[in-house]
């Protein structure tokens, strides 16, 4: 064999033997992450204060209120309609969510109901402030009536009057149930609604 081919092969082998080092190297510190991961604590999340909240508002009210879920600095609940004021006048004075930030309502067809929601949180108890609490009702999509919370939280004036024209809850004890965004002439059904179809589309 040639000293020039002699060459070329040790050239190879060397390159080799460098590759197979490097290929052990990440093997090793593969194995060392899983080992490091297996090691692992897996923290689950603290809900005591979540569970806190359902469980005092459980066994004033059993079975009026369902919990649908909880999650950290989340919990919402649903409660219907002929039981939403007691109940929200108690999370109000006893449990400390003495504001209501904000009304959703959403149109579930299939289902034939439109659900809304209030975000309660509180100013008064600090350990509640990263705290949203969803209370939901439902009511039936072809004949939309709820009652007002507005005795209990002065904050859903406004967004109750949304609620009422663009998904067509009607807000029983609400002083003004009326129109406020859309145009005077609108005749359309609400545009919330999932069947609202823009016209020329």
Same mark, same amino acid.
Request: hydrophobic fraction near 30%.
């Given at each position: 064999?040639?000293?020039?081919?002699?060459?070329?092969?040790? %050239? #190879?082998?060397?390159?080799?033997?460098?590759?197979?080092?490097?290929?052990?190297?990440?093997?090793?510190?593969?194995?060392?992450?899983?080992?490091?991961?297996?090691?692992?604590?897996?923290?689950?999340?603290?809900?005591?204060?979540?569970?806190? #909240?359902?469980?005092?508002?459980?066994?004033?009210?059993?079975?009026?209120?369902?919990?649908?879920?909880?999650?950290?600095?989340?919990?919402?609940?649903?409660?219907?309609?002929?039981?939403?004021?007691?109940?929200?006048?108690?999370?109000?004075?006893?449990? %400390? #969510? !003495?504001?209501?930030?904000?009304?959703?309502?959403? !149109?579930?067809?299939?289902?034939?109901?439109?659900?809304?929601?209030?975000?309660?949180?509180?100013?008064?108890?600090?350990?509640?402030?990263?705290?949203?609490?969803?209370?939901?009702?439902?009511? !039936?999509?072809?004949?939309?009536?709820?009652?007002?919370? #507005?005795?209990?939280?002065?904050?859903?004036?406004?967004?109750?009057?949304?609620?009422?024209?663009?998904? %067509?809850?009607?807000?029983?004890?609400?002083?003004?149930?009326?129109?406020?965004?859309?145009?005077?002439?609108?005749? !359309?059904?609400?545009?919330?609604?999932?069947?609202?179809?823009?016209? %020329?589309?």
């Amino acid at each position: 064999m040639s000293t020039k081919t002699r060459d070329t092969y040790s %050239g #190879l082998y060397a390159i080799a033997r460098k590759n197979k080092k490097v290929e052990n190297k990440m093997t090793d510190v593969n194995n060392d992450r899983k080992e490091t991961t297996s090691n692992l604590n897996i923290v689950e999340p603290d809900l005591n204060i979540e569970h806190s #909240l359902y469980s005092e508002l459980s066994s004033k009210f059993k079975d009026k209120v369902q919990l649908v879920y909880t999650k950290p600095n989340r919990i919402k609940v649903y409660v219907e309609p002929e039981h939403i004021i007691e109940v929200a006048f108690f999370l109000k004075s006893q449990l %400390g #969510l !003495d504001h209501a930030e904000s009304v959703c309502g959403t !149109d579930y067809p299939n289902e034939n109901v439109i659900e809304v929601i209030y975000h309660l949180n509180s100013y008064s108890r600090e350990e509640l402030a990263s705290i949203i609490f969803a209370l939901s009702t439902k009511t !039936d999509r072809n004949s939309s009536y709820l009652p007002s919370l #507005l005795p209990v939280f002065k904050s859903v004036e406004y967004h109750e009057r949304e609620t009422y024209e663009m998904l %067509g809850v009607y807000f029983q004890g609400h002083p003004r149930n009326e129109r406020f965004l859309l145009p005077e002439d609108w005749a !359309d059904i609400p545009p919330l609604k999932k069947d609202f179809r823009i016209k %020329g589309r």
